[in-house]
């Protein structure tokens, strides 16, 4: 049974950069097949998706976000994270890691989510 | 503005049956059989329901099915139960240039 388990701060100030880490259990990133990835719910809203890594390293991103943000992985470690950067109260979210099946685009495993709030 | 649309409410009494809805265009929903489906209570990660349209996964009841036509999915669930309670959301791959999954909005499904 895959697992995934995000970290990182809870509080994050105006124009500081997020960082959040996702660990994986129960499976290995390197197995290829999928795609390693962020998704974000505003508080009361929808989801909005991120981007995503391959093990390989390869990214793809949200063109919204895409000038703030890096994805990027570290096998060794079996992690994968998130930096944001420039972020403002509008990034005020839950944050969560999900596997995505890299030949339907379905999240078979979330991680339970972080809330990270941008506040002075 | 979400990508694909959904209603923002339906709701039904237990045991009867109820469709949620989920549109999107020829580049996602209606050009692929990539929709899935996401079941959400509060405060709890997505579950993923149904794939590939109609697939469910291991373990999701029978109760829950998924189905197709032109640019619009739906989730149909039957045996309304007091559990099915919680948001709801479609997911479709798009084949735009500039993204790789969308969501729905979201569906607020209600046992009455």
């Known amino acids: 049974q895959v697992q995934l388990q995000e970290s990182g701060p809870g509080l994050v100030k105006p124009s500081q950069t997020l960082s959040l880490t996702c660990t994986v259990s129960?499976?290995?990133?390197?197995?290829?097949?999928?795609?390693w990835s962020w998704i974000r719910q505003h508080p009361g809203k929808g989801l909005e998706w991120i981007g995503y890594i391959y093990y390989s390293g390869s990214t793809y991103y949200n063109p919204s976000l895409k000038s703030r943000v890096t994805i990027s992985v570290d096998t060794s470690k079996n992690q994968f994270s998130l930096k944001l950067s420039s972020v403002t109260a509008a990034d005020t979210a839950v944050y969560y890691c999900a596997r995505i099946s890299s030949t339907s685009c379905y999240v078979d495993y979330w991680g339970q989510g972080t809330l990270v709030t941008v506040s002075s | 503005q979400s990508a694909l649309t959904q209603p923002a409410s339906v709701s039904g009494s237990p045991g009867q049956s109820i469709t949620i809805s989920c549109t999107g265009t020829s580049s996602d929903v209606g050009g692929y059989n990539y929709v899935s489906w996401y079941q959400q209570h509060p405060g709890k990660a997505p579950k993923l329901m149904i794939y590939d349209v109609s697939n469910r996964p291991s373990g999701v009841s029978n109760r829950f099915s998924g189905s197709k036509s032109g640019n619009t999915a739906s989730l149909t669930i039957s045996g309304l139960q007091a559990e099915d309670e919680a948001d709801y959301y479609c997911s479709s791959y798009t084949s735009s240039s500039t993204l790789y999954v969308v969501f729905g909005g979201g569906t607020k499904l209600t046992v009455l």
């Open positions: 129960g499976g290995s990133i390197s197995s290829g097949g999928y795609y």
